[in-house]
């Protein structure tokens, strides 16, 4: 069954700090996607990044980053010299290609502090 | 285009009735699903539909039907409210008939069952 662990439930740090979000997932099987979602105090979530199970590489975009190492089952994303509007709940989830569920880890809450 | 809409933004039932979430999307998207969020429990999938015509169960169906009659609308159904369903409702849509793509999500619905 596919699962996903966010063992982190709140980070808190001072802006510009850097900042990783740790993210476990685990699956049967060999053809997977994995996301990463932002909820900020508004509400909404909002689509960050998508990996499959096939593409290790890792992903930078702008401040954040993504690795993704099938060795540990891990799929971490950082937060380089964070924001204060960084302040949001992030979740990490999980697609097997068989299945048709999207399976969302329980979020991790960053607060970013002047 | 509007997206993902869900109506109503907010809702409060009393033990026992019934109500019904509304939710459409005007991307001609397959895919659409039910999500719930609650405190420390992430967002837990309640029911999901790969196409119009054709539903299935998430990981908390209970309590809980929809139906798909048309590509655009996703209603869910709650038959006999009790407490334990007070929470915030995510709906959500992807192209393509699986869950491996982007899904975009409505801006949610807060129901309290007293």
């Known amino acids: 069954a596919q699962k996903v662990t966010q063992a982190q439930t709140e980070i808190s740090v001072v802006e510009k700090e850097d900042v990783t979000l740790d993210c476990v997932y685990e699956?049967?099987?060999?053809?997977?996607?994995l996301f990463w979602y932002k909820q900020p105090p508004s509400g909404e979530l909002v689509f960050l990044i998508r990996?499959?199970?096939?593409?290790?590489q890792n992903e930078i975009s702008g401040r954040y980053s993504w690795n993704f190492q099938k060795s540990t089952s891990s799929f971490n994303f950082t937060i380089t010299a964070s924001q204060v509007v960084d302040s949001a709940v992030y979740f990490c989830?999980?697609?097997?290609?068989?299945?048709?569920?999207?399976?969302f880890g329980t979020g991790t809450r960053l607060q970013v502090f002047p | 285009n509007a997206g993902v809409t869900q109506t109503p933004k907010f809702q409060v039932l009393k033990t026992g009735q019934s109500m019904t979430l509304q939710c459409a999307q005007d991307?001609?998207?397959?895919?659409m699903s039910w999500y719930r969020q609650d405190p420390g429990m992430g967002l837990r999938l309640i029911h999901y539909?790969?196409?119009?015509?054709?539903?299935d169960q998430g990981e908390v169906p209970n309590g809980y039907n929809v139906s798909r009659s048309t590509t655009e609308d996703f209603p869910l159904r709650l038959l006999s409210a009790a407490p334990s369903q007070t929470s915030v409702y995510f709906c959500?849509?992807?192209?393509?008939?699986?869950?491996?793509?982007?899904?975009?999500f409505g801006p949610g619905t807060r129901l309290t069952v007293l």
């Open positions: 959500a849509s992807s192209i393509g008939r699986n869950s491996a793509n982007e899904q975009f």
């Open positions: 699956t049967r099987d060999t053809t997977y996607y």
């Open positions: 990996r499959n199970s096939f593409d290790e």
């Open positions: 989830a999980l697609s097997e290609a068989n299945t048709d569920k999207l399976i």
């Open positions: 991307m001609n998207h397959e895919y």
């Open positions: 539909s790969v196409g119009a015509g054709i539903t």
